[in-house]
């Protein structure tokens, strides 16, 4: 009978990186001191002092999740290319690294969301919780019907003032935050009508139903996208905000900074 070297031999052979999710120090010098390899290691910090680091901003609970960040981490900062074969070694089960799969590097995958996270001064809990949020509306509509909706998060103050109200402001006394179960449903009963929902830095849900009055001078969108991403893309340019927009046509999840798309996503392959 086959030793398990060599069932699972095949795993690790002709592997071009092994990314390490937030290891021990000894299970980091198990593979540091191997020739030959080159060993990355992905976390919201570096613990064991490593040559190569990805920075995770969260703790993702989801492993797939967690890998897709570090992919993507890994390929914008150029410490791995388009095609390599990767080992990835995770914690699913417990504390200790309990998993390990082999993946390809796929550039044509990327979707931006390393950079969303990166890019925006936000609170990345309030960013996953808004992102979450669009998606869900995205899968699921409004009663089961397609909605658009546009979420402005971070430097509110000044977005507040490059905007104006549609109509009542019913969270204007309020002090509630995104991701909350309950408020994520009024912000989808909320959705339904126009205008767009003004988030703070740290999640607190300033406003809904306003108007965005940035001029659209020089903002360039995709054909086939209308005043919603171009509202959303404009804010972006003339403030530090970052935007995440749903599409009522297409379905797709995208956000702007600096007047620019930096992740576009299909909800249902989310």
Same mark, same amino acid.
């Given at each position: 009978?086959?030793?398990?070297?060599?069932?699972?031999?095949?795993?690790?052979?002709?592997?071009?990186?092994?990314?390490?999710?937030?290891?021990?120090?000894?299970?980091?010098?198990?593979?540091?001191?191997?020739?030959?390899?080159?060993?990355?290691?992905?976390?919201?910090?570096?613990?064991?002092?490593?040559?190569?680091?990805?920075? !995770?901003? #969260? =703790?993702?609970?989801?492993? *797939?999740?967690?890998?897709?960040?570090?992919?993507? $981490? &890994? /390929?914008?900062?150029?410490?791995?290319?388009?095609?390599?074969?990767?080992?990835?070694?995770?914690?699913?089960?417990?504390?200790?690294?309990?998993?390990?799969?082999?993946?390809?590097?796929?550039?044509?995958?990327?979707?931006?969301?390393?950079?969303?996270?990166?890019?925006?001064?936000?609170?990345?809990?309030?960013?996953?919780?808004? !992102?979450? #949020? =669009?998606?869900?509306?995205? *899968?699921?509509?409004?009663?089961?019907?397609?909605? $658009? &909706? /546009?979420?402005?998060?971070?430097?509110?103050?000044?977005?507040?003032?490059?905007?104006?109200?549609?109509?009542?402001?019913?969270?204007?006394?309020?002090?509630?935050?995104?991701?909350?179960?309950?408020?994520?449903?009024?912000?989808?009963?909320?959705?339904?009508?126009?205008?767009?929902?003004?988030?703070?830095?740290?999640?607190?849900?300033?406003?809904?139903?306003?108007?965005?009055?940035?001029?659209?001078?020089?903002?360039?969108?995709?054909?086939? /996208?209308?005043?919603?991403?171009?509202?959303?893309?404009?804010?972006?340019?003339?403030?530090?905000?970052?935007?995440?927009?749903?599409?009522?046509?297409?379905?797709?999840?995208?956000?702007?900074?600096?007047?620019?798309?930096?992740?576009?996503?299909?909800?249902?392959?989310?």
């Amino acid at each position: 009978m086959a030793g398990l070297d060599d069932v699972f031999g095949d795993l690790f052979s002709s592997v071009d990186a092994v990314l390490l999710f937030s290891p021990s120090g000894s299970y980091y010098e198990r593979f540091a001191d191997v020739e030959d390899l080159d060993v990355i290691v992905v976390g919201t910090e570096d613990t064991v002092g490593a040559e190569t680091f990805v920075e !995770l901003p #969260l =703790a993702f609970d989801d492993v *797939k999740e967690r890998i897709r960040f570090g992919l993507e $981490g &890994a /390929l914008e900062q150029d410490v791995i290319d388009d095609g390599d074969d990767l080992v990835c070694a995770t914690s699913m089960f417990g504390d200790g690294t309990d998993t390990i799969s082999r993946v390809r590097a796929d550039a044509e995958s990327h979707t931006g969301i390393y950079d969303l996270f990166v890019k925006s001064r936000a609170e990345p809990e309030v960013i996953k919780a808004v !992102l979450e #949020l =669009a998606i869900e509306l995205g *899968k699921k509509g409004q009663k089961g019907k397609p909605v $658009g &909706a /546009l979420f402005v998060v971070g430097d509110a103050g000044k977005v507040m003032n490059k905007s104006r109200p549609l109509s009542y402001n019913p969270f204007e006394k309020s002090h509630v935050h995104v991701g909350d179960p309950i408020v994520n449903v009024m912000l989808k009963e909320f959705s339904r009508l126009d205008g767009a929902f003004i988030i703070s830095d740290a999640g607190k849900i300033v406003s809904a139903y306003r108007y965005l009055e940035p001029s659209a001078e020089g903002v360039d969108i995709p054909k086939g /996208l209308g005043a919603r991403h171009m509202a959303g893309g404009a804010i972006t340019r003339d403030t530090n905000a970052i935007t995440i927009v749903l599409s009522e046509s297409d379905g797709l999840v995208r956000a702007f900074k600096a007047g620019e798309i930096i992740l576009e996503v299909d909800p249902e392959a989310y």
